[in-house]
């Protein structure tokens, strides 16, 4: 087989218009190529740039969270202590108030506000008052109020739903 040869002067030659097609052709899908290359390429760039802010900001976050770990200052030392045993008084009162009649349903411990906001089950409103006179009874507790208290009919009988909350002292001997 022999390869026509191409030749643009002569235009009324047979078969010219094939090549000519086949040229355009070849060039755009050229074009096409080097267009697709270059989306690709600013894609790269983009994830480059996204991947470099992602590991700045994890870099960030390892300080962060490293920082406590060297900490020489002695402020730092004794802020993060008080951060660790601020809910001791708090875990102790609700240790010693078990009760196996008392089904803990809510627990909501906040440090700042020295509040516990809890909701519990029993099976009587009498069972339930004499839990919230126990508390109110304890050193450790500053203020204890009944918000809400609603009873239930079930299969297993009556049970009463009762919201409480608990303001704790800071030492459990009542001073602050």
Same mark, same amino acid.
């Given at each position: 087989?022999?390869? %026509?040869?191409?030749?643009?002067? %002569? ?13 355009? #052709? ?9 267009? =697709? ?8 760039h983009a994830l480059d740039a996204r991947e470099a802010a992602i590991r700045r900001s ?26 660790? =045993? ?28 020295? %509040? ?21 009874? %304890? ?5 204890? #109020? ?13 049970a009463v739903e009762t919201r409480v909350q608990v303001i704790w002292r800071t030492s459990p001997?009542?001073?602050?």
């Amino acid at each position: 087989m022999k390869v %026509q040869r191409f030749d643009l002067h %002569q235009t009324h030659r047979a078969g010219q218009a094939a090549l000519t097609a086949s040229l355009v #052709l070849a060039v755009a899908m050229l074009v096409a190529a080097v267009q =697709y290359l270059d989306a690709l390429r600013g894609r790269g760039h983009a994830l480059d740039a996204r991947e470099a802010a992602i590991r700045r900001s994890e870099d960030a976050r390892r300080v962060i969270g490293n920082a406590h770990r060297g900490a020489a200052d002695a402020r730092a030392l004794e802020l993060m202590a008080k951060q660790r =045993y601020a809910m001791e008084p708090a875990r102790d009162l609700m240790e010693r108030g078990w009760n196996p009649g008392i089904a803990l349903l809510l627990l909501d411990l906040a440090t700042d506000t020295r %509040q516990i906001d809890m909701v519990f089950e029993s099976r009587s409103a009498q069972e339930a008052l004499a839990y919230v006179d126990w508390l109110e009874m %304890q050193a450790a507790a500053e203020r204890v #109020l009944v918000k809400r208290q609603t009873g239930k009919q079930g299969a297993a009988g009556s049970a009463v739903e009762t919201r409480v909350q608990v303001i704790w002292r800071t030492s459990p001997s009542g001073r602050q």
